[in-house]
């Protein structure tokens, strides 16, 4: 929204005031601004002046040949313009003058010698009219400065709409300038607006249907003989992002833009009756802007004599638009419910300047302040006019007058300094709000312009106040809050140590992705993966569905990098949605893995990974874990190398290697390893602390066993029964070695025995090699025979 | 005792042939083995005459210490030798031979996240973990935006088919977390948060913030630059300074935007602050009344700020990232520059 300091000195006396440092002072107090223009400062030295002579240039359809009279001297001008007569009093760039970009000099034009240019409005940069040059009133005296005529220069301060969400009273001068005046110090100016009574005149037929509308003020104004709007008026509404139409019309947009509250002008001669209803059907509509649009059932409407004229809170139509020459018009100022406007505008596509502002729940007060002050404006530029009919004033709800009472000692534990009463209840009073003190105890009564939704309870308070007393002025303390430990929520924490492990050990790279899949690279490495949820508003198409798996998203990254290196990883610790539950997205997250090396060093690197899984296990989360080799669900991993990932007797994740029929899409000569882990599912595993073990000080007897396996079997089936030898001494095992005849495997185990409190005997060590054999063949495992 | 002189100088003759550990033995041998010179001249002494025997026997221990020392001083030499010898035939190497020396990566996100995380923790606050897909409830309604609040026009919302949606910001989990730990409660949840936009350099539809909590019954406007001016220093690992400038989020009453220092040209202007000086940083407040009471706090009880961190915009400006597409680009071009340390 753009604020004019010409229009805010109306309100408020900004002298002796930096404008620079009441704009910082805004940012910090009141709503974020966006910028500052200085309007009218590439405008010098151009000055009124006559056109004396007139003369069609010879060889130019288009230009003319003047004589312009600045007062001082008469000079010899060509220009293009088409609006040029003798007598005419218009903006007159002499030599040395700056208009824009464009400093004058003496020009050729057309052959002929320019002495200075005339200028349009559009030049001059006070509209975007550059059909012909400015004209000013006959009686305009020569050789002064335009900007003594007409308020070129100006500053605008252009403010952040999202800052202004909560605040409907600051969409318009008047409340900025509250604002100014409450965090400057200065008075507000009183609103001037008509104050007569009107009555015995005409009773306007108005008719409200709609419980969506709180209000609905409306008067006829009649005789009006003017059609164009003053020079001031139509630059104040071009600086702040408006164009000038006509008086009636410019009149409705000057006071939104000082009160926020929108309003609508009709034709007057074309309006008997007024009903605001909620239509019962989808019906086509035409707005202002010419566009038919399809209004849905349950929007509400303004009917004029019986056919809709208009989108409440939206837009009015074509049919009762003003038309130029009309002498008469009905003004409508009502007040809308916010959520049926915003529904509206959302529904047709629509967001005017009107439907803007009643989103933000304006203040129904306004209406009838908007509508005198439409007819004391009127009055004033054109005296002629005359109100014709009684003022029509439909009250269907009001708000609920608020009254917060809050305590010092209240708001100063909230903010942690002492601001002084006196200087609390001075802010209050300065923004309108009224305060009875008693005590400490503050009573305050909410303004109604601040009473539809922005201020409620007591934390509102305390923001008006700091506002303005500053927040510069409070000061950084630290808590007093009793230190506790903290035992919540350790899972991130735990996060980094496997990140860092990954990345440091295994020199893999962490990466961050989507959680949605890309369906159009899964499908063209033939990649199915069931997905439960999916967005049904995504701007990507082809990128709704929510994945289930970490693994295509792996895959899809070393396909992206597969000129990186090599041999590398990738990881993320990532979401993914793996079922419904009531309705609701089952959401973990897991681990993902993707190594991709070459064919020939394919073992070692499995082996690598397989190695980083217990490491993770063991030493990083201090949780047992073994390997137990299945089948993959996923078509897209290859049928063998498949292992599970068992920790604590469930299945927590998986390696697995990807399906060569997917693997020769990416690279033939490559192999990919995968693994997913659900560590939302491990997180809940309490940690295991290894216990104390003496160490023997005894000699350690080591003895070797070779045992015979099927080749389908994998140590991991003889690795439990490896450890359950039933002795007293102490022991540990390590495979030393695996022969493979292809018929069968031979596995070496080496055991380690010792006792504690004594040396073996001879004996003892027998007993274990027995113990040790017996034990595996109750497995059905037996010794090699040579 | 001729025989001990000749002994002696048939040592010093010998001593000069020992060059290596072989000829050293050998020498020993000769001389002090079982059967060597001055050995042979010991096992004399019982043979001679008893007066003769004191002094020869004093003579011969004396001529077998001397040859003794000899020989163990040769043995030191010879092994200094060997040593030397050992140093000469070591390669010499260049170190200052470039070595790539292999390490992986995290994600800059990671590290940014982890530094706050520390600071944050040695503050005594609690980090939670939060869901990315949230219930309309948990993403608005709980945190004062209900149905038709023009805040919701803020943010472009992924809807999913069952009526849930990718969580809009971090303040999704306030009502969970406050639910489940109740006041007070000093709690920080970082989380990665989902906008349906549109993507260029500096817009993302998936982005990361850090999002805080401390709630207790004293908790002030006060406490809250604290906690935020402290936190940024540490980050920083400079002094900043911070400001609040109002801001509407319907969460928090009163809301502001958090500004800092630049901590880059120390708010002397400069091109990552675009000559402000300051950066906006943080949108923060007061946590709304209605958002304590739907987290089953009393707000007449009990007070306390929020904040959210944009961290994103926090990694971008510490690695001096100028495109935030780079952060969920997956190019390991990219991303292998920020290696762990």
């Given at each position: ?275 605001v209803r909620d239509i019962q059907q989808n019906t086509p509509f035409t707005t202002l802007d010419g566009v038919q649009r399809i209004l849905p059932s349950g929007t509400m409407v303004i009917d004029t004599n019986h056919e809709i004229g208009a989108i409440a809170g939206v837009m009015g139509g074509q049919s009762t638009e003003i038309e130029e020459n009309t002498d008469s018009v009905f003004l409508e100022v009502a007040n809308f419910e916010a959520v049926k406007v915003r529904k509206t505008a959302t529904a047709i596509g629509l967001r005017s300047e009107s439907s803007a502002r009643y989103e933000k729940s304006l203040d129904p007060e306004m209406t009838m ?297 990416i690279d033939a000569e490559k192999v990919v390893i995968l693994v997913e882990l659900n560590v939302s599912k491990i997180y809940q595993k309490p940690a295991e602390i290894s216990k104390y073990e003496s160490v023997s000080k005894y000699p350690t007897t080591s003895l070797d066993f070779n045992f015979v396996l099927d080749q389908e079997k994998h140590y991991g089936d003889i690795e439990e029964i490896a450890h359950k030898i039933p002795t007293t001494l102490s022991y540990h095992v390590e495979l030393l070695d695996i022969f493979d005849n292809g018929n069968t495997k031979n596995y070496t185990l080496r055991y380690f025995v010792t006792s504690k409190d004594h ?28 | ?341």
């Amino acid at each position: 929204m753009y604020i004019s300091v010409n229009w805010l000195k109306d309100f408020v006396n900004l002298d002796g005031l930096n404008i620079e440092d009441v704009v910082q002072q805004f940012t910090l107090s009141c709503a974020e601004v966006e910028g500052v223009e200085y309007k009218g400062k590439d405008v010098q030295g151009v000055i009124t002046a006559r056109i004396e002579k007139v003369v069609d240039h010879p060889n130019s359809k288009k230009l003319h040949l003047l004589e312009v009279n600045t007062g001082k001297e008469k000079l010899a001008v060509v220009c293009g313009a088409p609006n040029v007569k003798v007598g005419m009093i218009t903006a007159f760039a002499p030599i040395g003058a700056q208009v824009g970009q464009l400093t004058i000099g003496k020009a050729i034009v057309g052959g002929y010698e320019s002495y200075g240019m005339c200028c349009s409005a559009k030049e001059l940069g006070i509209s975007d009219d550059h059909s012909g040059i400015l004209e000013f009133s006959a009686d305009q005296q020569i050789g002064v400065d335009v900007k003594k005529v007409l308020p070129i220069d100006d500053i605008i301060i252009e403010i952040d709409n999202k800052s202004l969400t909560n605040r409907p009273d600051m969409w318009g001068h008047y409340g900025i300038a509250r604002e100014i005046a409450a965090i400057t110090g200065r008075t507000l100016q009183p609103y001037i607006v008509d104050q007569h009574t009107y009555s015995g005149k005409e009773n306007l037929a108005i008719e409200v249907l709609s419980p969506s509308c709180y209000r609905y003020s409306a008067v006829r104004i009649g005789h009006v003989t003017k059609h164009s709007s003053p020079e001031q008026l139509k630059i104040r509404l071009y600086y702040c992002g408006m164009r000038a139409i006509s008086l009636l019309a410019d009149l409705t947009n000057y006071i939104m833009l000082e009160l926020g509250q929108p309003m609508h002008s009709f034709d007057g001669s074309k309006i008997q009756s007024i009903t605001v209803r909620d239509i019962q059907q989808n019906t086509p509509f035409t707005t202002l802007d010419g566009v038919q649009r399809i209004l849905p059932s349950g929007t509400m409407v303004i009917d004029t004599n019986h056919e809709i004229g208009a989108i409440a809170g939206v837009m009015g139509g074509q049919s009762t638009e003003i038309e130029e020459n009309t002498d008469s018009v009905f003004l409508e100022v009502a007040n809308f419910e916010a959520v049926k406007v915003r529904k509206t505008a959302t529904a047709i596509g629509l967001r005017s300047e009107s439907s803007a502002r009643y989103e933000k729940s304006l203040d129904p007060e306004m209406t009838m302040m908007a509508l005198r002050r439409y007819i004391y404006l009127l009055q004033t530029i054109d005296p002629n006019c005359e109100v014709v009919s009684n003022i029509c004033d439909v009250c269907v709800k009001k708000y609920d007058k608020i009254v917060i009472n809050i305590t010092k000692q209240f708001i100063d534990k909230y903010t942690g300094v002492d601001i002084p009463q006196e200087r609390m209840v001075h802010i209050l009073t300065s923004l309108g709000f009224q305060v009875t003190e008693n005590g400490s105890e503050l009573c305050v009564h909410v303004p109604s312009w601040r009473a539809t939704k922005d201020i409620s309870n007591k934390a509102d308070i305390v923001e008006e106040i700091t506002r303005v007393y500053g927040y510069d002025n409070i000061v950084s303390k630290p808590s007093t809050q009793p230190i506790k430990p903290l035992r919540i929520g350790t899972d991130i924490v735990r996060e980094y140590d496997i990140k860092y492990m990954l990345a440091q050990r295994y020199n893999w790279h962490e990466i961050h992705s989507y959680i949605w899949e890309d369906q159009p690279t899964n499908a063209m490495l033939g990649i199915e993966t069931p997905s439960y949820i999916y967005l049904i508003n995504s701007l990507q198409k082809d990128n709704e569905n929510i994945r289930s798996s970490m693994k295509p998203t792996m895959i899809r990254t070393l396909l992206q990098n597969k000129r990186y290196a090599d041999d590398f990883g990738v990881f993320e610790i990532g979401h993914v949605v793996t079922g419904m539950k009531d309705h609701l997205a089952q959401e973990e997250k897991h681990l993902g893995i993707g190594v991709m090396t070459k064919q020939n060093n394919f073992a070692q690197k499995l082996l690598e990974v397989k190695d980083s899984i217990l490491y993770l296990f063991h030493y990083v989360l201090q949780l047992p874990v073994r390997l137990e080799e299945s089948r993959p669900t996923e078509e897209y991993l290859c049928p063998i190398n498949h292992y599970d990932i068992i920790c604590d007797h469930e299945s927590v994740g998986n390696i697995g290697v990807l399906h060569p029929k997917v693997q020769q899409k990416i690279d033939a000569e490559k192999v990919v390893i995968l693994v997913e882990l659900n560590v939302s599912k491990i997180y809940q595993k309490p940690a295991e602390i290894s216990k104390y073990e003496s160490v023997s000080k005894y000699p350690t007897t080591s003895l070797d066993f070779n045992f015979v396996l099927d080749q389908e079997k994998h140590y991991g089936d003889i690795e439990e029964i490896a450890h359950k030898i039933p002795t007293t001494l102490s022991y540990h095992v390590e495979l030393l070695d695996i022969f493979d005849n292809g018929n069968t495997k031979n596995y070496t185990l080496r055991y380690f025995v010792t006792s504690k409190d004594h040396t073996l005997s001879s004996e003892e060590i027998e007993q274990f090699h027995t113990s040790v054999i017996t034990t595996f063949e109750q497995h059905g495992v037996y010794l090699k025979t040579e | 005792m001729k025989e001990l002189e000749q002994i002696r100088t048939m040592y010093q003759h010998k001593n000069k042939d020992i060059h290596n550990l072989d000829t050293w033995n050998e020498v020993k041998n000769l001389f002090l083995g079982k059967n060597g010179y001055v050995t042979s001249c010991m096992k004399e002494i019982k043979n001679l005459d008893p007066k003769d025997r004191k002094s020869f026997g004093e003579a011969v221990n004396q001529l077998k210490n001397e040859i003794t020392v000899l020989l163990d001083k040769k043995k030191v030499e010879l092994e200094n030798l060997e040593i030397e010898e050992k140093i000469k035939s070591m390669p010499r190497l260049d170190l200052t031979i470039p070595t790539q020396e292999e390490c992986g990566s995290l994600h800059p996100v990671t590290i940014v996240q982890q530094k706050l995380i520390d600071v944050f923790r040695s503050m005594g606050f609690a980090v939670e973990d939060g869901n990315e897909i949230e219930t309309e409830y948990n993403n608005f309604e709980a945190v004062n935006i209900p149905k038709h609040h023009p805040a919701r026009d803020m943010q472009d919302t992924f809807y999913l088919n069952n009526g849930q949606l990718l969580k809009t910001h971090t303040s999704a989990s306030q009502n969970r977390i406050m639910k489940k730990y109740g006041a007070p409660l000093k709690v920080i949840f970082p989380g990665r948060c989902f906008r349906n936009e549109e993507l260029d350099a500096s817009h993302e539809n998936t982005f990361f913030q850090m999002e805080g909590m401390m709630i207790d019954k004293d908790v002030s406007i006060s406490n809250l630059i604290y906690f935020m001016k402290t936190m940024l220093s540490e980050v920083f690992g400079k002094e900043v300074n911070v400001r609040l400038r109002p801001g509407f989020f319907p969460f928090v009453e009163p809301g502001f935007e958090l500004d800092c220092s630049c901590p880059y040209c120390g708010g002397k202007g400069c091109k990552v602050c675009k000559q402000s000086g300051w950066i906006e940083l943080c949108p923060c407040g007061m946590i709304h009344p209605n958002v304590l009471t739907m987290g089953g706090i009393n707000p007449e009880e009990y007070q306390g700020f929020a904040f959210g961190l944009g961290l994103s915009r926090l990694v971008m400006m510490t690695y001096g990232i100028d495109d935030i597409r780079h952060l969920n680009g997956k190019d390991l071009k990219v991303l292998e520059q920020t290696k762990v340390k």
